[in-house]
């Protein structure tokens, strides 16, 4: 008796399109966890600081003379104090303090101090960098800022939620200012005040700050070791298939996707719930803005290529799961026509996420 052959699939069911859907599926869900991560990893029952305020973009002067403000401060985490050099009172104290901090987290390369002066027709730079050197402060770890005294009293009174106003009575030169370290996150959120007089402040603000940049940290080194995986399982892969095992092809390209997935997951979970972009500081600023655009475009050009190859490895394996047939060899023609375009592709972006990673975060401290 003749067999019938098997029932077509229809247009709904097949490979292609339940690949797509998967995919889709995943970028969801990955979209769901980052923005669900947010807002678990900001609530004080997860042991994170909560967000106390938003901070708007600022430029003001530093010791150095030279213009500093907000954006140099985007993708770090930084203590504040407001100070003023001719300052009997409280000053010399939390000046002292945030010297011990500068010590104490010597270590972390994304924690910047920041003191701001309450004085500032006082306080010039010269007199800021005097009184910098007093504490041995180091020049990129701690910053002193003047400028405008509307914009530094705006800036505590409105922004900071803290004193700074002249005394009405005594002294020209006395005033009146809060005395807390502020921390603020790596997005410009007050994450937390200290009181600069408390016994356990610095432990407690150190320990804050660290809390804040483990997931800052923590997710990026991830991400290069998902890429890391992927690199290897797509070179084991392709040494799999040029050696005609194409079972063992197709499942390291399984698990390449699923590192590539996981590293998608990640890669929004980072994005959105710890911090939106980290600028590059290094001599290498043209190479690593070529390497990081080419990265990007074609990592957003790779998907669709990734989706129709295996889509075609799918349905040219359809009624001979084990790839023993003859005829196996003809249906992967077209698969292998895209193939050998997503797989240097894949493998750059892959690579490129590595050398993105190390240049970011491993460089500074090895050149510091």
């Known amino acids: 008796m003749r067999e019938s052959p098997p029932p077509a699939p229809s247009p709904g069911n097949t490979p292609s399109t339940r690949l797509a859907w998967g995919f889709l599926i995943l970028v969801l869900t990955g979209i769901i966890v980052a923005f669900a991560w947010q807002r678990l990893r900001n609530s004080p029952a997860f042991g994170q600081p909560p967000v106390l305020g938003q901070l708007p973009e600022f430029e003001l002067v530093e010791r150095t003379a030279r213009p500093f403000g907000s954006k140099q401060l985007a993708g770090k985490v930084w203590i504040a104090d407001f100070i003023f050099t001719r300052c009997m009172g409280p000053c010399p104290r939390m000046s002292w303090n945030m010297q011990q901090l500068q010590g104490s987290l010597r270590d972390v390369d994304d924690v910047r101090l920041v003191t701001f002066t309450v004085d500032p027709e006082y306080d010039t730079p010269w007199v800021l960098t ?3 050197q007093r504490y041995q402060a180091i020049t990129d770890r701690w910053l002193f800022l003047t400028g405008n005294v509307d914009a530094i009293y705006k800036l505590a009174q409105e922004n900071f939620r803290v004193t700074a106003k002249r005394q009405l009575a005594g002294p020209s030169h006395e005033i009146d200012h809060g005395t807390h370290f502020i921390l603020v996150d790596a997005k410009g959120r007050i994450r937390g005040y200290y009181a600069s007089e408390e016994d356990r402040v610095l432990e407690l603000v150190a320990g804050d700050a660290r809390r ?7 997710l990026p080194t991830l991400n290069a070791i998902l890429n890391a995986a992927s690199t290897c399982l797509l070179l084991a892969a392709y040494r799999a298939v040029r050696g005609r095992r194409l079972m063992l092809h197709r499942n390291l390209m399984f698990a390449a996707i699923g ?6 997951t990640s890669y929004l979970i980072y994005h959105f719930g710890v911090q939106l972009t980290r600028s590059y500081e290094g001599p290498w600023r043209e190479l690593y803005l070529g390497i990081l655009l080419s ?6 050009g790779v998907l669709p290529l990734v989706l129709v190859t295996v889509a075609r490895a799918l349905k040219a394996q359809q009624g001979d799961a084990a790839l023993a047939s003859p005829e196996v060899a003809a249906r992967f023609a077209r698969h292998r026509s895209i193939a050998r375009w997503t797989f240097p592709i894949w493998l750059y972006v892959s690579i490129t996420g590595v050398i993105v990673y190390l240049m970011l975060y491993q460089l500074p401290r090895i050149s510091g």
């Open 295 to 300: 990265h990007t475009a074609l990592a957003i």
């Open 259 to 264: 590192t590539s997935a996981a590293f998608l």
């Open 212 to 218: 804040l940049l483990f997931w800052q940290r923590a």
């Open 130 to 132: 005097d009184y910098a």
